[in-house]
């Protein structure tokens, strides 16, 4: 007699690093679990943060069904140890070492269906998935559009030893042209490791199955429909939208409480957050600080000073210091160290949110409705902005620029967090976006059809 167990496919999924390619893998996993797919998680050892470690232990206690698989990596130094960020650096270590992972995955039980890797990976996963014989997904974890240029550096190249800079936009078939000053500062920069990783898993993309993105198709539909009707690259694999991707049970779960967020009315609070691995310097922050004091709104704010959260061990009152904890005490909340953004966004005091537009910040702003204030930072996120802002889910003041390549003052940032908070119009679109959201999850809506058909066809 056969069960629906029995033909349930195996998918295996590897995980890369830093929280914001961790956090969509792990939705994945439970996601696919609760669809009766046999799910394996190959955690890459060591993590390299501490943040990692941990939810990687505690999603596993949370999810007994899914099978762990530790992928030790090899030793990688890169040429530069000193500057090399460590997140990048783990990506290269990955990729150097996925030869190891077929003779651990052909061995268990049942077989192997497919093979998921990270969009940081996908040059490795590609040759995982064709040792094994079975099909190779893609997850991306950025926007359908900043997805878009990454897969088409490789043309990019084609004619130029590196993306040229003459232009002040790049035009790629099908879609809005890129504005120069919007692309990361290292895609220009041939021997920068993050562009060498990134150009190898680029040419990978075109050889997956399909390209599972955390997005829905009302958020982004022009970016989605040029991909997936052949206005972008012909025969490129289709972009599976099949977000915003639910958080698992341990961010559901309150195990953090904020007493002082209780305590406060409806959407008053601006929530602000760059992230797990943005640190701001300490000008920056002090012009931070004292913006969000002039602006008289109440306010959340999570505080970070280093990449790696192993090394952030200064004190809250080094950083902001003096009396501006016990003055602001009625208006605001400083933490530091790790939060439950998923919480405090579903929070009902929360009405705003200042935000570097790591991707899943978007998405979990979008799927509850959060305006947001953009203030992109490095990589992905002035493209992802660019998503934000056209999509009517916030605002952005471009002129800000890069981390680090000018100093925001204050007045500034005390005059957009209060447009943002008393900004009528935005509110009222981001609260259509978060309906979208929740129609493009439920059952019968864009993302969960894409999830079951994926499933289906494995
Ligand atoms: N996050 C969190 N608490 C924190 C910092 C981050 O829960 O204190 C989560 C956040 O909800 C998101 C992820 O970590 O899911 C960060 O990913 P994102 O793409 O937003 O930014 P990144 O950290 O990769 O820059």
């Known amino acids: 007699?056969?069960?629906?167990?029995?033909?349930?496919?195996?998918?295996?999924?590897?995980?890369?690093?830093?929280?914001?390619?961790?956090?969509?893998?792990?939705?994945?996993?439970?996601?696919?679990?609760?669809?009766?797919?046999?799910?394996?998680?190959?955690?890459?050892?060591?993590?390299?943060?501490?943040?990692?470690?941990?939810?990687?232990?505690?999603?596993?206690?949370?999810?007994?069904?899914?099978?762990?698989?530790?992928?030790?990596?090899?030793?990688?130094?890169?040429?530069?140890?000193?500057?090399?960020?460590?997140?990048?650096?783990?990506?290269?270590?990955?990729?150097?070492?996925?030869?190891?992972?077929?003779?651990?995955?052909?061995?268990?039980?049942?077989?192997?269906?497919?093979?998921?890797?990270?969009?940081?990976?996908?040059?490795?996963?590609?040759?995982?998935?064709?040792?094994?014989?079975?099909?190779?997904?893609?997850?991306?974890?950025?926007?359908?559009?900043?997805?878009?240029?990454?897969?088409?550096?490789?043309?990019?190249?084609?004619?130029?030893?590196?993306?040229?800079?003459a232009e002040t936009s790049i035009q790629i078939p099908g879609l809005d042209p890129f504005d120069h000053s919007n692309l990361p500062p290292p895609f220009f920069i041939?021997?920068?490791?993050?562009?060498?990783?990134?150009?190898?898993?680029?040419?990978?993309?075109?050889?997956?199955?399909?390209?599972?993105?955390?997005?829905?198709?009302?958020?982004?539909?022009?970016?989605?429909?040029?991909?997936?009707?052949?206005?972008?690259?012909?025969?490129?694999?289709?972009?599976?939208?099949?977000?915003?991707?639910?958080?698992?049970?341990?961010?559901?779960?309150?195990?953090?409480?904020?007493?002082w967020l209780d305590k406060q009315p409806t959407r008053s609070v601006v929530y602000v957050s760059f992230g797990s691995r943005t640190a701001m310097s300490k000008d920056q922050i002090t012009e931070l600080r004292n913006g969000l004091e002039k602006s008289g709104q109440k306010f959340l704010w999570v505080l970070k000073?280093?990449?790696?959260?192993?090394?952030?061990?200064?004190?809250?009152?080094?950083?902001?210091?003096?009396?501006?904890?016990?003055?602001?005490?009625?208006?605001?909340?400083?933490?530091k160290g790790w939060v439950n953004q998923e919480v405090i966004l579903s929070h009902p005091a929360v009405g705003g949110f200042v935000s570097h537009c790591g991707w899943n910040s978007v998405m979990e702003a979008a799927a509850r409705g959060i305006p947001m204030l953009a203030w992109p930072l490095l990589g992905d996120q002035r493209v992802n902005a660019e998503v934000v802002e056209s999509a009517g889910l916030g605002i952005w003041e471009k002129s800000w620029g890069w981390l680090g390549a000018r100093l925001v003052k204050s007045e500034k940032i005390a005059e957009k967090v209060t447009m943002l908070m008393g900004d009528e119009n935005v509110r009222e679109k981001a609260r259509k976006i978060g309906e979208m959201a929740k129609n493009a999850i439920q059952v019968g809506g864009s993302s969960h059809k894409v999830l079951i058909e994926i499933i289906q066809n494995l």
Request: hydrophobic share 40%; with cysteine; aromatic share 8%.
């Open 305 to 335: 000073t280093k990449i790696v959260d192993k090394e952030d061990s200064e004190e809250l009152g080094e950083l902001v210091t003096g009396s501006f904890l016990e003055r602001t005490k009625a208006q605001g909340m400083v933490v």
């Open 1 to 165: 007699m056969s069960s629906v167990m029995d033909i349930s496919p195996h998918i295996a999924l590897l995980t890369s690093s830093g929280m914001g390619h961790l956090t969509p893998i792990l939705r994945l996993a439970a996601m696919l679990a609760s669809q009766n797919c046999h799910v394996t998680l190959l955690t890459a050892q060591p993590p390299v943060s501490n943040a990692e470690s941990e939810h990687i232990i505690a999603f596993l206690a949370a999810y007994p069904t899914i099978n762990r698989l530790d992928f030790q990596l090899l030793p990688y130094t890169p040429p530069n140890p000193e500057t090399a960020d460590p997140f990048f650096v783990q990506f290269e270590a990955i990729i150097r070492s996925v030869h190891l992972l077929p003779p651990l995955l052909s061995s268990i039980s049942p077989p192997v269906s497919a093979f998921f890797s990270d969009i940081t990976s996908a040059a490795g996963g590609h040759q995982v998935a064709n040792d094994l014989g079975v099909p190779n997904y893609v997850i991306s974890t950025t926007s359908a559009r900043f997805s878009c240029f990454v897969s088409y550096v490789p043309y990019l190249l084609a004619s130029e030893s590196s993306i040229p800079v």
């Open 190 to 259: 041939p021997n920068h490791l993050f562009t060498k990783t990134l150009v190898s898993n680029s040419r990978a993309l075109s050889k997956s199955k399909g390209i599972l993105l955390n997005t829905f198709h009302d958020f982004e539909p022009k970016t989605i429909e040029a991909v997936n009707n052949g206005k972008f690259i012909q025969d490129f694999p289709r972009f599976l939208a099949i977000g915003p991707l639910e958080p698992h049970k341990l961010e559901i779960g309150d195990h953090q409480t904020l007493p």
